[in-house]
């Protein structure tokens, strides 16, 4: 259990603004102690430090009520959508209110025209998705958790699908956010492009809520795609996956989506699901187009593939066969946590530029294996990004000194390989010391602009920056 | 002319700066007038306010430096790449220090594995794809001018290829960046997404200079596509046009380029290149793929364009025919002006939903005529963004304060649109009253971030914000 660290409370501000918020949203403002815990629970290793108390706000202007609230009386505020973040994210180190979302969760406007929605942020993207699916469009962004959208964007989010449509960061195009001071602000029109002034839709995307609180976003969306495919190949090495995945994308094939499973994860897998795939490293690829356009990419795809080694490549269109073959990539998760039953997860998130993606995996592949961990490996290899999954005693403060031991290790390579410590689970708590590792005096200016837009540090205290 | 306010300058500041400044810099620091002035040179209506020295900088170091004494100065710094911005970015209405950046014109790395590569901000876009032809890559943004990197990076700028391939603000990995008080920082390392921080590339791509001095670009790149084809074709009406764009967009065709011509581009460009294309509404289009995606492609939207009773659709994939069909767009600047010898291009860049573009660029068109401008449009049809170069006698303070009326006019068209009064070319300082229309309270959130980041007001002052 990584022992983050408790910041100064102030106990007079918490006492008089709890009494003012009590007063004004009565049974919407919950102080029962197993509320306040799911709060500040986080689904990693980080330890549960929970809000005073929980406000399930309604609106845009009761959002700005609390924050005004709180900011009188210096008391830290944090968003909450549904808790799935990695980082501590949702943690209370100061105490203070928790902001639940959840219930501001209706899809505001649909402009099918311009490929464009209005949402509240407790809009899940499977609610959004399902929503939208009579009308032909579909949100891409699927960071695997039914994650709020408020929540995605505030990580900047990405998943399986960002090779082909980006991250969070490229599907916002602007925002309605509460500020320090509950001033409301709209950081864009609804335009597809524009110089106006300074970015504050991407400052806002990623600062997991430490700028402001996100109250309404507009999504860009996609048309569901006329035809869609999916093919898995298996590889005599991750070298030789990584090597495809690299011509793929120097190739310029669109692939939807590009995912890598270590032996050992499809291992977990076939015992998981009793599937018999074939235990060596493993590519998953799906294709969206017109029909013509999939099988085109199909092809290609499998000329690459075999060029490296890749055997068994199967390519499939019908949507029952794409499912199961993508079961294998969702099972992942679960697989992974059976062969160690009783163990916790506790998942890397480094991301490399694509061609030191084979060196990275191989390393870490190294490395855990000598630390005698058992820690399953997948990747969106398209975007260099991977996940080593390692299962940890709970009780054993040993292999939890080990593990950390070990993400510090990997955050350092693939810093050193021009890489990130997050390519998408964000830094909240757990990864604060990489940050100033990797981009160094910067991280100066992001602590000019925290200072700035809030001043006495109410907004989520205590996540990317240090304090 | 617009009056473009002068600030108060800092007389002693500025003349020992300068001091320190040619002892350091010699020659390359100059103060003659004929330069001074290009430096302050805008390719529009703005008044020139030149700087009081220029100084030809050839490292970060020395930018470093300039940028340490003008601070100790509380003296304005200005970059300046080549000079064809069109809002008065470059100008200096409080006098200082430009710094041409455009001796740092070298391409440090490429890494076609990664498709990314890292320039000085001196390089020009058509340098840039020189030096990457023979490795089969390209980089995609083009505005037109052959900007520098570094510019077109601060403007956000975008262009023909956008509705494809994204803006700048999509196409930055990371950047090196001079801040205020003479600090380099470095915004990301080299992967292909990041959630770590606040996203210091996209607050600073856009930022017009006025929150750091760009040193260092890493850009992505694209696989120059295995075919390429063009295709035009004519309709009975700009919103006829519009309709089909706006049909493309939602269809998903990846068009690579959507261009509107109105009719009275269409009479000038057949004017000055001796062409016979039928003077009505007409799309210019390219498709980048495979053999069989481009012919796919252009299939699809012949029929999308017929729908709309579309015709002359004609399609190509010969280099030199395709040459030939875009020569009539990029000769539409050029033909424009010949309508009125003698006269000054006004252009405006307004941007709003694609679902809003017919009804805008037809608001736009009758108003026009109204006011007895000659005013063609072209337009980033599957932006939603647009263009009316205003032909105005430079002699007539009468007509350049209907042309100034019209352009703010169109601005709050577009902002009641939901669209922004820029699309590509920033702010600077032609459309400063504008941003506090499109943006209101969340400009306030701008000049925060810049007073934090720049207290004494030296880096770009008077442009974006108030002051």
């Known amino acids: 259990m990584v022992q983050a660290t408790d910041l100064p409370r102030n106990e007079d501000g918490i006492a008089e603004a709890l009494a003012v918020l009590q007063q004004q949203f009565g049974d919407r403002c919950q102080t029962g102690q197993a509320i306040r815990e799911q709060h500040g629970h986080t689904t990693t290793w980080i330890k549960n430090q929970s809000p005073d108390a929980v406000i399930f706000a309604r609106s845009t202007d009761e959002v700005a009520q609390i924050v005004k609230i709180c900011a009188a009386h210096k008391v830290p505020v944090i968003a909450f959508g549904t808790g799935s973040s990695l980082e501590g994210h949702v943690n209370a180190p100061a105490g203070g209110i928790s902001v639940d979302l959840s219930q501001m969760d209706a899809v505001l406007a649909v402009n099918a025209g311009d490929l464009d929605c209005r949402v509240q942020p407790g809009v899940t993207r499977e609610a959004l998705n399902t929503y939208l699916r009579d009308q032909g469009l579909f949100f891409p962004i699927d960071p695997g958790a039914n994650a709020s959208l408020g929540g995605m964007a505030s990580t900047r989010a990405s998943g399986t699908n960002a090779v082909r449509y ?16 509950g001033t409301v602000i709209r950081t864009g029109q609804r335009a597809r492009k524009s110089s106006a002034g300074y970015d504050l839709t991407r400052l806002m995307v990623g600062a997991e809520g430490t700028l ?6 507009t999504l860009k969306l996609q048309g569901i795609p006329e035809a869609s495919s999916s093919a898995r190949c298996s590889f005599p090495s991750v070298d030789a996956a990584c090597r495809t995945v690299m011509n793929v994308v120097q190739y310029g094939l669109p692939v939807a989506r590009i995912e890598l499973l270590d032996a050992q994860t499809v291992g977990a897998v076939n015992a998981y699901s009793k599937l018999d795939l074939p235990e060596t490293p493993m590519l998953l690829v799906e294709f969206h187009g017109t029909e013509a356009g999939v099988a085109e990419q199909a092809e290609v795809f499998g000329m690459l593939a075999e060029e490296h080694g890749g055997t068994g490549f199967v390519a499939t269109s019908t949507a029952e066969e794409r499912n199961k073959l993508w079961q294998a990539r969702h099972d992942a998760y679960w697989a992974t946590l059976q062969l160690r039953p009783g163990a916790k997860g506790i998942s890397t998130d480094v991301c490399v530029p694509i061609s030191k993606l084979a060196e990275a995996v191989g ?3 190294a490395r855990l294996a000598e630390l005698g961990f058992i820690a399953p490996i997948v990747g969106h290899a398209g975007d260099g990004n991977f996940h080593a999954l390692l299962l ?3 009780d054993s403060a040993e292999e939890q000194e080990k593990a950390n031991d070990f993400v ?3 955050n350092d390579l693939a810093i050193s390989l021009e890489g990130t410590c997050t390519g998408e689970h964000g830094i909240g708590q757990g990864k604060k010391p990489y940050l100033l590792k990797e981009l160094g005096v910067a991280t100066g200016v992001m602590a000019a602009i925290k200072a700035a837009l809030d001043p006495d540090n109410i907004m989520n205290p205590g996540k990317i920056l240090p304090g």
């Open 166 to 181: 980006g991250t969070m960061k490229d599907n916002v195009l602007s925002l309605e956010v509460v500020m320090a001071d």
């Open 212 to 217: 402001g609180i996100i109250t309404e976003i």
């Open 363 to 365: 390393a870490a592949q």
């Open 392 to 394: 940890v005693d709970p």
């Open 408 to 410: 510090g290790w990997l």
